[in-house]
């Protein structure tokens, strides 16, 4: 699993460098990938302790939103910064 994770990241590289002209598409692809397996591990985590019965559906939803609108707010102040820095 580590290689192909390293194959796509080596494979992703040469493409910007070789296809200047796809580089916005492949950083929307690779946000959206990003924010994508960050909500997936946090539905893990919560659905673990909600199936244990350690927390209710309700927190269960509660967490899972608020987690997941952290992820965003601080994607939405690191393009922010960004913009401003350069």
Sequence with gaps: M???AFLL????????LL?????PTHGV???????????SS???KNKQSYLQGRITHGVFVRNVLVETLGILLAMT???LLGRYLA
């Design 2 to 4: 580590k290689n192909i």
């Design 9 to 16: 990241f080596v494979a992703t590289i040469i493409s910007t």
């Design 19 to 23: 296809l200047a002209f796809l580089t």
């Design 29 to 39: 692809v690779l946000i959206l990938l990003s924010a994508t397996v960050a909500v």
């Design 42 to 44: 946090i539905l893990k």
């Design 77 to 79: 102040l690191a393009g």
